[in-house]
């Protein structure tokens, strides 16, 4: 038993991660040139991609995320066949985060683009632009750039209307592979002068990396979703024990290990066991389905159209099982076996056999919630997180029988079985049935099908909820219920919450963002009409220039590192922007200054740096941002909020995608004052 505890309390421990947010490099490129014959010959680019990371295909059309594609800059004696080709298994599914079908590889792929040689004597040098993200956030568009081939040669061997850009200098031929990856641990070099713009004796890219994580080395994102996994499975267990189901069985169990024992010390014993039982039973339940599925499935299940179908259906299966239509049964002869088993034995089987009978026949009420939870621990990706969830719906569910058996008196304090507890089943029906919707939305997004745009959704929720209170209120009544037409005053108070909660959502049919609900309704451009008019607009789309201002000014700054398709940082800019306490501190108390790190517009000329000892070329606007993020603050994933005096210096830890309000007011309010307290 003390090991058992032992390996509990470690599980517990471990589950909960320390991440840094530093730099991501997740896609490793190697490249090549294939000489197939004397007139045709291939690039080649292999990717190596890390666990969790995905990178789009090609051919995706001008929305949504970056594009596989090859970008020509110089030829000679080369010209290319065709577009770029991808090799490899390649997914195509609904993505979560641009709520739409996409393609894209995980683990490794291979890009071909086939060129004709038309001269012994060939120089080609472009680069391959590529999109790569995880289920939190996007990188911005990257580029693998290469060179092959010898420019003043190819150059003398042109005839002489041949146009070739002859801007560099010539290069040796190249035919072996080349490692193209950045490096993910430092930037800090040298930032030319050309980008830096006119900021006087100050140095507004010098790197603050350090001065950056003194702030805060631990991003609590993955501690935050597994503490909510494990307050949702928490919550599970208490419902299941006001259920039919188990309430009854509560005190008879307790008195049955109390009275078989004459010792009281040793009926305490076999109620923790059987408490503890029940716990390894449901943790185990969490650790198979980790198991059978794997680390990343769940995160796919999240996305996957095909199971948001059956995942609708079977909550709505769920919700009509708690309105009385029929009742989830396991097999009688499962729970009369392992009763008769426990009736054979004695000791620590017998009593573990007991909770696994307590498992069974409470199925038709605990099978629900337990469905419901898995599949919301699904759509967060957690790889611990089904063991986390069932581990804490175990331990919420055992904990009474512990209780009782060391306090025998508080039995007589319980409330008697009776109608409540179909009310309780019933108002969970409805839960379940209001987040159905949630996963038929993923499947409507993904096939188009648009039967289920945001004012649809909303007002199918309203009328859910509205309904949730006139049953509460007594005016609707199903199969089971009672004929009492008393409502009491806490069955009262109770209803209010529905009802205030549908009238909350229905401005939310003209536009309103109804933030409550923005991690469950469709995106904002579903809504058909939309009378909503706000938000927080950026003064400068120019660093230089914002930080020239705010200098002027005498405010500090916030950096609003973003892209134009990055779903999440505008899922910010709605849920989190739009409050008023958040829209005051950054219209009035910041300067804002929004980066695109997408910006396709293109410099005067390209600018060259050097990056983790190689050179690279920044070529449009956003490149120009995105080198800033990495250079200055060691992150190039977007959302990224930072504040920073107008010297460039941090005034808080960085801020990534978390739609907390109060975090980030928080986040602000903390920046300001040591803005403050510095000045």
Not at 379 to 406: E, Q, R
């Amino acid at each position: 038993m003390k090991k058992f505890l032992t390996l509990i309390l470690l599980f517990t421990l471990t589950s909960f991660t320390w991440v840094s947010a530093q730099m991501k490099d997740p896609v490793h490129f190697e490249t090549s040139f294939n000489k197939i014959s004397n007139t045709e010959g291939e690039l080649i680019f292999i990717a190596t991609i890390d666990a969790g990371w995905h990178v789009y295909s090609t051919d995706l059309g001008s929305t949504g995320p970056t594009e596989a594609a090859f970008h020509l800059e110089k030829n000679a004696g080369i010209e290319l066949l065709g577009q770029l080709k991808a090799e490899g298994k390649e997914i195509e599914q609904f993505d979560n985060a641009f709520q739409a079908v996409l393609r894209y590889y995980e683990k490794s792929v291979k890009f071909i683009q086939k060129v004709k040689i038309t001269n012994p004597e060939y120089y080609i040098e472009g680069y391959l632009e590529y999109g790569a993200c995880d289920d939190q956030s996007c990188l911005p568009p990257s580029q693998v750039d290469v060179k092959y081939g010898n420019l003043e040669k190819a150059t003398a061997a042109q005839p002489s209307n041949s146009a070739v850009d002859n801007s560099t200098p010539a290069s040796p031929i190249q035919e072996s592979s080349v490692d193209n990856s950045q490096d993910a641990e430092g930037v800090s070099q040298a930032v030319p002068s050309a980008i830096q713009g006119n900021s006087g004796s100050i140095d507004l890219w010098k790197p603050v990396i350090k001065e950056l994580n003194a702030f805060s080395d631990h991003d609590s994102a993955k501690d935050r979703t597994l503490f909510y996994i494990f307050i949702y499975g928490f919550l599970g267990g208490l419902i299941a024990l006001l259920t039919p189901c188990v309430w009854p069985i509560i005190p008879m169990t307790v008195s049955f290990f109390l009275k078989r024992n004459k010792d009281k010390k040793k009926g305490i014993r076999d109620a923790v066991i059987y408490g503890i039982s029940i716990i390894v039973i449901y943790l185990t339940l969490g650790l198979a389905i980790t198991l059978i599925f794997g680390p990343s499935a769940l995160n796919a299940l999240s996305t996957n159209a095909v199971f948001n179908i059956l995942f609708f259906l079977m909550l709505v299966v769920f919700a009509a099982s708690f309105f009385g239509a029929f009742e989830l049964r396991l097999p009688s002869k499962w729970s009369t076996a392992v009763d008769s088993k426990a009736d054979q034995t004695t000791g620590l089987l017998s009593i573990f056999l007991m909770a696994f009978t307590l498992a069974l026949v409470s199925f038709s009420c605990t099978g629900p919630i337990i469905g419901l939870l898995l599949v919301e621990v699904s759509t967060t990706g957690s790889v611990v997180g089904p063991a986390v969830g069932m581990f804490a719906f175990a331990l919420a569910l055992a904990l009474p029988f512990t209780l009782f058996a060391l306090f025998p008196s508080w039995l007589n304090t319980l409330p008697k079985s009776g109608g409540w507890m179909n009310v309780v089943k019933v108002s969970l029906g409805f839960a379940e049935l209001a987040l159905a919707l949630k996963f038929l939305s993923v499947a409507d997004l993904a096939y188009g099908w648009r039967i289920l745009d945001r004012e649809v959704f909303i007002a199918l929720w309203i009328v859910i909820f509205a309904l949730f209170g006139m049953y509460l209120l007594g005016k609707l009544k199903f199969a089971h219920d009672d004929d009492n037409n008393k409502v009491g005053v806490s069955r009262f108070f109770m209803a209010l919450v529905p009802l205030a909660f549908a009238v909350y959502m229905i401005p939310g049919l003209w536009g309103a963002p109804l933030k409550a609900i923005s991690a469950f309704a469709p995106p904002m451009h579903t809504q058909d009409f939309n009378l909503y008019d706000g938000g927080v607009e950026a003064k400068f789309d120019d660093y230089n220039q914002g930080m020239e201002y705010a200098r002027q000014q005498g405010k500090p700054v916030m950096l609003d590192f973003t892209g134009y398709g990055c779903v999440n940082c505008r899922k910010m800019e709605l849920a989190v922007w739009t409050d008023p306490t958040v829209n005051h501190l950054i219209q009035d108390e910041y300067v804002l200054i929004t980066l695109y790190v997408d910006n396709k517009t293109n410099l005067s000329e390209p600018i060259e740096v050097v990056e983790n000892g190689k050179t690279r070329k920044l070529r449009t606007v956003g490149d120009k941002w995105s080198y800033l993020q990495r250079v200055k603050f060691g992150s190039n994933s977007q959302p990224f909020y930072v504040l920073i005096d107008n010297d460039g210096n941090p005034l808080n830890s960085s801020y990534a995608y978390n739609e907390d309000v109060d975090a980030y007011v928080n986040f602000l309010q903390v920046g300001l004052k040591n803005y403050k307290k510095n000045k």
